[in-house]
């Protein structure tokens, strides 16, 4: 269980979130919109406690993160899977080798047994033909999904952590990522998936949060946010011409 | 800036200065990054710090043997060009050039990994950054600016060398031998300290600006200028002060 308790957060002058209170169950499906600059990926850098609030509190399975010391993180850590924006794949490793990274990290697995894995974690998201390739040659979904191989690599996570996965992708690629979003956490395991694609968010999603100036503008299920009457989400939504699709699909 | 931030940024240059000089021997040690780093930093900045270094020796050697030739102490050439280049300018030179190549190079990779995530992927990944990167980096600097030094060195003599022979038409062997009179303890060690502390300067600077960049492609350009800037500004400094300390050391009088 997530718990932001009446967190605020600047950078600067900017005030980010203002008291926020949020509370995210481990099995639910989450998918946080907002405009650009509103703290979508924020919330997820503070689950991970890669940032820190100005005030309030962030609890996760019942502790408290907000204090704790970087190197007291990774069991915190540990218990999530991260897709960061863009993949975040490391530059000077290959393909396997990105995968890979964790497992000699930190697992006594022989060389052969890594090798096996990462040709397994490879296949399940459909990229095992580019192995060896280097992350500057792959094409954005194939970065991607070679992203989510390396957080599945990282450990069993409990919750996976998805910031704007679909971004940048072309419709097809964006569908086929959705698809290994859901086939990945199964029946039993949650997600959080930031992203301003609503189509995306709904194809994905059952809990829906708007974030506005800092605070929860909307927090509900995906009829009552084709059916809500806030200006700034009907503007949203209307705005990205995907309502329409999303109330004809059903 | 206010005082604040000057003063908090200052004790997170310190922290990562202090912890990145620490994980040389505390674990785990990364010994595949340090050793690609010391084949980007030595064996990537050998041919143009032989190039920089031979200039520098021959123009220091004409500068020197035209003056001495006035005042009728030619001989001279090699003892004024041997002590310069061992005690201060191979290291100095040395210094700016890797400064510029491999300085520059730590900061804007670094920073590309900020703007990428990378760096907080390691983090989520439990692994520390500053052990993962700036180790390496700092490992890598202190021992190849040092080596880089050494051979720095021997060919600014050697472009000396030329010049004294073979445009000043002095005798090669009064040169060598005016080097050999200088190759003392005292000369080579004033030489041989500094760059040592020249490339954990060069290294913990580049890799804090680099690890603080913030602001795009905008304040990757502007954190790998500063890298640079402040890295040459602290060498020079810092060659100063070492200097007054090793001549007060090693007994010279002033």
């Known amino acids: 269980m997530i718990v932001f308790d009446t967190v605020s957060l600047s950078f600067g002058p900017h005030r980010v979130f203002e008291d926020l209170n949020l509370s995210i169950g481990q099995t639910e499906r989450v998918a946080v919109l907002g405009g650009s600059g509103e703290g979508k990926s924020t919330i997820l850098k503070l689950i991970l406690g890669l940032l820190r609030p100005d005030s309030g509190r962030i609890i996760i399975d019942g502790e408290e993160i907000t204090s704790k010391r970087e190197s007291a993180m990774r069991g915190i850590r540990r218990k999530f899977s991260i897709v960061f924006q863009e993949g975040a794949l490391f530059d000077s490793l290959s393909v396997k080798e990105n995968v890979a990274f964790c497992m000699r990290e930190y697992s006594d697995l022989s060389e052969e047994e890594i090798d096996q894995r990462v040709m397994d974690l490879l296949r399940t998201v459909g990229v095992a033909h580019a192995k060896e390739l280097m992350p500057e040659e792959l094409s954005g979904g194939m970065h991607r999904r070679v992203s989510i191989a390396r957080s599945l690599a990282a450990c069993n996570p409990q919750m996976f952590l998805y910031d704007e996965p679909t971004s940048g992708l072309d419709p097809v690629n964006a569908e086929n990522i959705c698809k290994l979003i859901l086939e990945l956490s199964g029946n039993k395991q949650g997600f959080i998936i930031v992203t301003h694609k609503v189509y995306d968010a709904i194809s994905v999603a059952k809990r829906f949060i708007f974030l506005y100036g800092g605070k929860i503008l909307f927090d509900g299920n995906r009829q009552q946010l084709l059916d809500t009457d806030i200006p700034e989400i009907q503007h949203f939504i209307k705005e990205l011409n995907f309502i329409d699709t999303c109330k004809s699909s059903g | ?254």
């Open chain 2, 1 to 254: 800036m206010d005082l604040k931030a000057i003063i908090s940024d200052l004790q997170d240059f310190y922290i990562l200065s202090f912890r990145g000089l620490l994980g040389i021997v505390r674990r785990p040690f990364y010994i595949k990054d340090a050793v690609e780093q010391m084949d980007y930093a030595g064996a990537g900045s050998f041919f143009i710090i032989l190039l920089v270094s031979l200039f520098v020796g021959m123009a220091l050697s004409l500068q020197l043997s035209a003056e001495l030739s006035r005042l009728g102490l030619k001989m001279y050439t090699g003892k004024v060009v041997g002590i310069s280049i061992i005690r201060e300018i191979g290291p100095v030179t040395t210094a700016l050039v890797f400064t510029g190549r491999v300085g520059a190079g730590m900061s804007s990779e670094l920073g590309s990994m900020i703007l990428g995530h990378q760096v907080d992927t390691l983090r989520v990944f439990g692994v520390d950054p500053i052990k993962k990167l700036v180790t390496p980096r700092i490992l890598s600097s202190i021992i190849m600016l040092p080596a880089l030094t050494i051979i720095g060195t021997a060919v600014s003599l050697l472009g000396g060398y030329y010049i004294a022979v073979f445009v000043s038409h002095q005798s090669g062997t009064v040169y060598w031998s005016s080097i050999r009179d200088v190759l003392i303890f005292e000369n080579v060690f004033a030489g041989a300290f500094k760059p040592f502390i020249f490339g954990y300067l060069i290294a913990c600077i580049s890799c804090y600006m680099g690890l603080s960049t913030k602001g795009g492609s905008i304040g990757l350009r502007s954190t790998t200028t500063n890298a640079v800037v402040a890295s040459i500004i602290m060498i020079i400094i810092a060659d100063f002060v070492l200097t007054r300390v090793l001549l007060y050391i090693l007994g010279f009088s002033v």
